[in-house]
C-alpha cells in the first residue's frame, strides 16, 4: 500500500521556496476569485484549473512534503471559496479538486457546470484505466494533515494507466461535491 510521501534522504535545499510557494497562493487565488462562467467554457462544459506551478519543482525529489500540503490545502482552501460564493442560480454547479499522488502537478480544482457529468464519471475499469477504489481506512486527510470541511465528499483510488507507449501507476483523491 502506498502512502505517497516523498523521502528522497536530501537535506538539499530548494532555492526559492518561499517565493514559489507565495506565487503559487498568490496565482491560484487570482484564479478563483471568482467563479467561471459556463458560457466562456461552454465546448468542455467544466472549467477546470491546474497547478500554477513548475512540473520540474512541485514534482522534484527536493521539494518537502510541507510545500505539497501547502499546494493541497490551497486548493482545497479556494475550492471552498468557490462553493461559498455561488449563487442560487450557480447552486447546481459540482465542484471539487482532484490530487494527483506521486505526481502532484496533474492535480486541478474543477467546477462541473452540469451535476449530471458526475453520473458514471468514477467507473474506470478498462484495459487502458482502471481506478480501484482505496481502502476506506485511507485517508488522505490524515496522511497529510489536511484541514477538509465535513460536508465535503472524499473518494480515494489507485490509478493505473497502462497504454501502448505508456505505464503509470499512483492514487487519485477527489475531495468537494461529489454527488
Known sequence: MHRWKFDNGSK???RGIKRKSRTFAKSITEYTTSLPSPEDNSYLGYWHLHMPFNESFIDSKNTSNSVRKLCMQTMINRMQHLIDIRTE???DYRIYILISLPKLFDSQIVVLFDK???KGFFDRDTDEQRWIPLSPERSIE????LEIPKELV?????EIIND???FHEGEL???G???
Open 142 to 145: 490524515k496522511e497529510w494533515g
Open 177 to 179: 461535491e461529489l454527488g
Open 164 to 166: 501502448e507507449d505508456y
Open 154 to 158: 472524499i473518494k480515494g483510488y489507485k
Open 173 to 175: 483523491w477527489f475531495i
Open 12 to 14: 538539499k535545499k530548494t
Open 116 to 118: 449530471e457529468d458526475l
Open 89 to 91: 442560480l450557480e447552486k
